[in-house]
């Protein structure tokens, strides 16, 4: 290894990097000289596309180093541990499809895997409106039948399964429909109820274009078992962030909590630097490839250089507002779970209105219960306070309608002791500009100026799938690779 100049202290000059680091030099708040962490690849973002990423390209013997901006590795994966009882409650993912990428990830850190069974015994689902507060009782249509239905629709696009890169152009008008309108037009009414409980997290479910609605449903949905809550052919580990829990050991120093990046250059011929905001200073990383993973809107992507073929791409971005958590001193009897019911949304699949409440759910915990609350197309965030405020009036709707016995006094104050921000969820875009080809040009960013790009954007909220579709993208990335012109700078 060659090395270049360097101080008595062990520091690098910036100039020694090219004009591409001298115009970064502004954003180091430490003057002229810095410590440049020289890597083969930089990754924004650890979640399960990030974290992933990371540790394929340490076992194909590359060096990484991952910013993410929060305290921990894991993304929408996030597991609390009740301290009496030592239980496990998971607030994010909650299971796997049984596939050879989660196997060998899981098998990687020596995490066994279990069958995921999600009922509880004992534990009685209620349905009621959250909106009236009174008891609901909908009408059971043929279920199974619509579910056989809906997969001979989704059998017409075997192209889809995940993978949004190969999407059909022109595209379908059947995948161009709200997918209201699409349940209705093949007369599949009656498995929503099933569908709206995957919809969770998407704002009006029935209004996004029915192409991201049918390529977040997995082949193993459609087996009898899983019809029947069963959970057939998933998988979950005790404790799911444990895994990100034991790359981030393995990581070490190559990761970088509660960073963000201030600043980027991507126009070099052979690498890219970045300036990463670190809790105690800012730092730069030079590259030879980026990956971002990240869900790709505008404010997410503030550091970045972006240029007139990138921005215009992520600008038609959106995301929807998703929250969960973890409630004491509801009142909710310990065995059982009530599901929001819109009575009075006939027009729309009896769903419930947003901004509100999914579900409450039972845990194996007595007196906790598991809550999901998601906002509407048109209001983009909520505060903690601002939710717990709405399940108070919600949960007294439910005592004065009768759905969950009246609370003796003196009351114990209801108590929010988790909860997790999953926004921006499901990010998407218009049907007009799914209709003008936005994913081809969306993949299209493949690759350029040396960067690449993962998610659930790029596939569907699925950790097996994210990790298949990193896999091969970290194996294309360095396919054809004939590695920097220049000899790098070793600042280790």
């Not at 690098?12 to 440049?36: D, E, F, K, N």
């Not at 180093?65 to 996030?78: A, F, M, P, S, Y």
């Not at 906002?375 to 919600?394: L, R, V």
Request: aromatic letters at 12%; hydrophobic letters at 40%; a negative charge.
């Amino acid at each position: 290894m060659v090395l270049l100049p360097r101080n008595s202290s062990g520091v690098v000059c910036l100039a020694l990097l090219g004009l591409a680091a001298a115009a970064l030099r502004p954003m180091v708040s430490v003057g002229p000289q810095v410590t440049v962490l020289n890597v083969d690849v930089c990754i924004i973002g650890g979640g399960a596309a990030g974290t992933y990423a990371a540790i394929k390209n340490r076992d194909l013997g590359k060096r990484v180093v991952v910013i993410e901006k929060q305290d921990r590795l894991g993304g929408h994966t996030n597991t609390y541990i009740d301290p009496t009882t030592g239980q496990p409650i998971e607030l994010g993912v909650a299971e796997y499809e049984d596939t050879e990428p989660v196997r060998d990830f899981f098998k990687r850190f020596d995490i066994p895997l279990y069958k995921y069974n999600f009922s509880i015994p004992g534990v009685t689902s209620v349905q009621a409106d959250f909106k009236t507060g009174l008891p609901a009782q909908p009408e059971q249509g043929d279920l199974e039948a619509a579910w056989e239905a809906f997969q001979a629709q989704v059998e017409k696009y075997p192209t889809l399964d995940y993978d949004l890169s190969d999407v059909p152009f022109p595209v379908p008008p059947d995948l161009l429909l709200p997918f209201g309108e699409f349940l209705r037009k093949y007369q599949l009414e009656d498995a929503v109820p099933y569908l709206s409980l995957y919809g969770q997290g998407w704002g009006n479910f029935t209004t996004v274009p029915t192409l991201l609605a049918i390529k977040y449903f997995p082949p193993y949905f459609f087996s009898p078992a899983s019809i029947y809550g069963a959970g057939d052919g998933a998988l979950a580990a005790k404790d799911n962030s444990l895994l990100y829990d034991k790359a981030a050991e393995e990581l070490g120093g190559n990761l970088l909590l509660n960073s963000t990046v201030v600043e980027m250059d991507r126009s070099g011929p052979d690498y890219v630097f970045v300036a990463v905001q670190t809790p105690n200073s800012r730092r730069i990383i030079r590259a030879r490839k980026i990956i971002s993973a990240i869900p790709p809107l505008l404010n997410n992507l503030k550091g970045f250089d972006l240029n007139d073929a990138e921005s215009p791409i992520f600008d038609k971005f959106k995301g929807h507002s998703w929250y969960v958590g973890l409630v004491k001193n509801s009142g909710i009897p310990s065995n059982t779970s009530l599901i929001n019911y819109g009575t009075d949304n006939d027009a729309n699949f009896n769903i419930p209105e947003l901004p509100g409440f999914y579900e409450f759910f039972a845990t194996r915990v007595p007196d906790l219960h598991y809550f999901l609350y998601g906002g509407n197309d048109t209001q983009p965030s909520f505060t903690q306070a601002e939710i717990k405020q709405s399940m108070e009036d919600t949960l007294t709707r439910l005592r004065e309608g009768g759905v969950i016995p009246q609370i003796p006094s003196p009351q114990q104050e209801l108590e929010i002791i988790d909860f997790a921000n999953h926004s921006p969820y499901e990010v998407y875009v218009s049907a007009e500009e799914i209709e003008k080809g936005f994913y081809n040009r969306l993949f299209g960013l493949q690759g350029e100026r040396k960067t690449y790009w993962t998610g659930a954007a790029w596939v569907t909220h699925s950790s097996a799938a994210i990790w298949n579709f990193t896999d091969g993208l970290v194996e294309r990335m360095w396919a054809d690779d004939d590695g920097p012109a220049e000899v790098p700078v070793d600042t280790e």
